[in-house]
């Protein structure tokens, strides 16, 4: 069954570093997203992405967040300037964007930020 | 704005015994809800998802949900686990089935002992 991979599985960064978050979409899919989970807490929907813009964003994803799809497989998240609260999960995830499909999500990457 | 409540942050137990883990939402005209599943060093699969019709609702793993409208509930249920059940479980809400942006509760980490 296809999936969507994520790398690196861990990364840490110092304070104040750009960092990127790399994901391949399952191939088929259209619609990106981008959630995060900050230890012990909720799964957060950070940014969706569809037809090369972003179509949806949380109050999280501020100007230190970006994302891009460069390739027609890969699908990055790119924060700025790294701060001690982004240490979190990364999940990436994609979708077919049909009625009643559902979101695949990655394994997810480790960002600590020290 | 839709949220979730999911009351137990563990439930223990043994090996072959039933298992209800609770998930209560915020009232919405039209809801969709969702259960994942995070094995460990593993993304989020999903499990099951109620979006219109019979309020049970079957996913894989042996694992249904009931949709009970009157008390905005949504628990999860087996009636004999396993050891490999073992995971952290979300439920989630969205506004729609395919949606950008699921709402997801803090999570229920079931432990099956033997």
């Known amino acids: 069954e296809p999936e969507v991979t994520q790398t690196p599985s861990h990364q840490v960064t110092q304070m104040g570093q750009e960092v990127i978050l790399r994901c391949v979409p399952i191939s088929n899919h259209l619609y990106f997203y981008w959630y995060r989970q900050i230890l012990g807490q909720k799964v957060e929907f950070l940014v969706s992405?569809?037809?090369?813009?972003?179509?949806?964003k949380s109050e999280i994803f501020d100007d230190q967040f970006s994302v891009e799809r460069p390739d027609g497989s890969n699908f990055t998240l790119k924060i700025r300037s790294t701060k001690l609260e982004d240490s979190a999960m990364y999940f990436c995830?994609?979708?077919?964007?049909?009625?009643?499909?559902?979101?695949?999500f990655g394994n997810g990457t480790r960002l600590t930020v020290t | 704005a839709q949220s979730v409540t999911q009351l137990d942050s563990q439930v223990p137990v043994f090996e072959e015994a039933p298992v209800e883990l609770r998930c209560n939402y915020s009232s919405s005209v039209s809801v969709y809800l969702f259960w994942y599943v995070q094995y460990p060093n593993q993304g989020l699969q999903l499990l099951l998802k109620?979006?219109?019709?019979?309020?049970l609702v079957k996913g894989i793993n042996g694992f249904e949900a009931e949709f009970n409208k009157s008390q905005t509930s949504f628990h999860l249920r087996k009636p004999s686990v396993h050891i490999s059940d073992t995971a952290e479980y979300f439920c989630a809400v969205s506004d729609g089935p395919s949606t950008d942006k699921l709402i997801f509760g803090t999570g229920t980490r079931l432990q099956v002992f033997p």
């Open positions: 995830a994609s979708s077919e964007g049909s009625y009643n499909s559902p979101l695949h």
């Open positions: 992405f569809y037809n090369n813009e972003i179509s949806e």
């Open positions: 109620y979006l219109s019709g019979s309020t």
